[in-house]
């Protein structure tokens, strides 16, 4: 038996391949290669797409970049109202941008980013600290360099105390008279004498309810008020009211008897009464770099109609002694802010106190949008106060 099985080994041993064998190695072999070739190149091909896919977004939030930085550079060249309408066809060269930046108000609300209509009337308004200021201008230059002045506009403010907050040694009744809020506006006259400066300005005071139980309120339902015209002519947010004043007087005058110069009797009128919300106790006139007149109770639409290029600045003057003296400096300074908005006529606009840039880069298959908004820089500070004047 044993010999019968060394008998089959040898002559299977000489036994040659079948023919074909190679040809199925050698197919078999190139399949395996193909396939680990073509694994390769997949992952090849796919990091060469994140790789031009990295690259591309990363060109694309450059142009992005550039756009936002050519906007806030035409912002700072151009004067208040320079706006930008882009990003309405084609990405041109990489990247496009615009700028929105007028606005019926000021603070400025976006109706289409932020639902108010349960918000707090606060949302309406700005916040001024104690001694601090806010200019806004009056008017705007479009990207046409076409002057547009503001004919009507109403400022509204409040601040944030009630009764309870007072010293038990102030009267509640003087607090009506009592100025807490400065305001001025500036301008270039038109006309013959064009280019000159002029201003007006005034002090007002806050609003106060006394209500069937003798308790006194402070808020935004009942704003004090002044403006080029009567707060019922503006188209106010829902909610928001006018407070009406009561024994309104115009312009009275006092006979000051003194000794003049050349020794005789010198008389001087001196203003000694108030004036409607849309007029302004103070307005100076200059000629040759001087004072030339000073008139009362002016109507603050006629200087808006008589100069270009008008400045409204806001100056909070609450006065933290009137509180309780038990209150540390915190609490006296979050009760001194004053809290405002400005309003314009239905055909008037003013810069926001952010304009919106937009800006959106394009590379390959990428996009990038970037958004900045960019707080308005105060203008013209020297002209804040009416101490100066530059002729």
Known sequence: MKKSFATIRKLLGKK???????????LLVMGILTSVSLGVSAL?????????LVLDSGKAYYSAEAGIELALLQLEENLPGFERVGLLGEVDEGFDWTIKNLANEYPYLDDEKFDATDAPLTVYYGVMDLNKSVTIPLYTVGDDGVLHGVEKFL????????????SVDIDPSFLTGWDVLRWKIYGLTTGVNSGGTESINDLTAVSF??????????????????????????????????ATYA?????????????????GDLVQDVYAGTCLPTEAREHYSYEFGQSAE??????????????????????NLMNPL??????????KALLSKLYYRVQLGSEDQVVREFADITSVGE??????RLNVLKKRDSVLPVFNFALYHMD
């Open 294 to 315: 000073v008139s009362h109770c002016y109507k603050i639409s006629e200087f808006l109609n008589k100069h270009n290029y008008n400045y409204l600045s806001l100056t």
């Open 247 to 263: 024994n309104q007087s115009h312009t009275v005058f006092e006979e000051i008897h003194s000794i003049g110069t050349d020794g």
């Open 16 to 26: 040659s391949a079948p023919k074909g064998t190679a040809l199925l190695v050698a």
């Open 155 to 166: 400022v509204q403010f409040y601040a944030g105390f009630d009764r309870d907050d007072l």
């Open 44 to 52: 090849v091909v796919r990091e060469m797409g994140a790789t031009r």
């Open 209 to 242: 309810l006394v209500s069937g139980d003798d308790e006194m309120q402070t808020n935004a339902m009942i704003p004090s008020w002044f403006g080029s015209h009567d707060c019922n002519e503006f188209d106010v947010p829902e909610g928001i009211e006018c």
């Open 322 to 331: 009137v509180f309780k003296r038990g209150y540390d400096n915190d609490e």
């Open 363 to 368: 590379s390959g298959d990428s996009m990038i």
